[in-house]
């Protein structure tokens, strides 16, 4: 079955502890991207990648880190976690990143708790 | 640049009638995509339609269909024959080719069906 995972689904964190979210496709898709939601706000993309070790920042970097090792894999980390930084979280993936119909796969979410 | 307005926080619809969720845009880009996604209270996104900024035939997925005014900057969701499954979060978004592949989310619509 084609489809984007993230772990964990739920976290709860107190601030300055270093997290990881982890995010898989099996699409073989060549661009991913995370994203956060907020209330009243919609989704604000924080960074995407274009490619295996190609990154770049979205709207909202700052704060966050990802990396782009293996093709399959785009981990999100956050170094020290804020309470600014309690969000719902997607990660997303799709064949490439032209602006032709390519259908944008979302993970499930990760919600995300930093007190 | 691109930016995407939903003027309508809430909507409320009797099952089995049509609705009509309004999205307008911005963008400088020549060439771009549009997209509908729904969101559920379990929290997941979940694609539901695409149009393209040169494809000249509304798209229809369905009992959805995206009505599409290039003149007016406008790509509204119609959804015929509501169900109340179709209760959920509707987040109208835009991706241009100077995006490289982001996509930029309206603030969304809350849809309620009403038996």
């Known amino acids: 079955e084609a489809q984007v995972t993230q772990n964990p689904r739920y976290l709860i964190t107190v601030t300055g502890k270093k997290l990881t979210v982890t995010c898989s496709q099996n699409?073989?898709?060549?661009?991913m991207s995370w994203y956060r939601q907020d209330p009243g706000l919609g989704l604000r993309q924080i960074y995407y990648?274009?490619?295996?070790?190609?990154?770049d920042k979205g709207d909202v970097p700052e704060g966050y880190k990802v990396s782009r090792k293996e093709k399959r894999n785009f981990p999100l980390i956050l170094e020290s976690p804020s309470p600014n930084q309690t969000s719902l979280y997607f990660c997303?993936?799709?064949?490439?990143?032209?602006?032709?119909?390519?259908?944008?796969?979302f993970g499930p979410g990760t919600r995300l708790t930093v007190t | 640049a691109q930016k995407i307005t939903q003027t309508q926080p809430g909507m409320f619809v009797q099952e089995k009638e049509a609705v009509t969720l309004d999205c307008t845009y911005d963008?400088?880009?020549?060439?771009?995509?549009l997209f509908w996604y729904k969101q559920p209270s379990s929290g997941e996104m979940i694609f539901l339609i695409y149009?393209?900024?040169?494809?000249?035939q509304n798209a229809t997925e369905g009992r959805y269909s995206l009505n599409f005014q290039k003149a007016r900057k406008s790509a509204n969701l119609v959804i015929s024959a509501s169900q109340l499954g179709d209760s959920a979060m509707y987040f109208c978004?835009?991706?241009?080719?100077?995006?490289?592949?982001?996509?930029?989310f309206g603030q969304g619509t809350i849809l309620t069906v009403h038996p």
């Open positions: 149009q393209g900024s040169y494809d000249e």
């Open positions: 963008t400088s880009d020549q060439s771009y995509g």
């Open positions: 990648s274009m490619n295996v070790e190609v990154t």
């Open positions: 978004a835009i991706t241009g080719w100077t995006s490289y592949g982001k996509l930029t």
């Open positions: 699409m073989n898709h060549e661009y």
């Open positions: 997303a993936s799709s064949l490439e990143s032209s602006a032709g119909s390519y259908e944008q796969y």
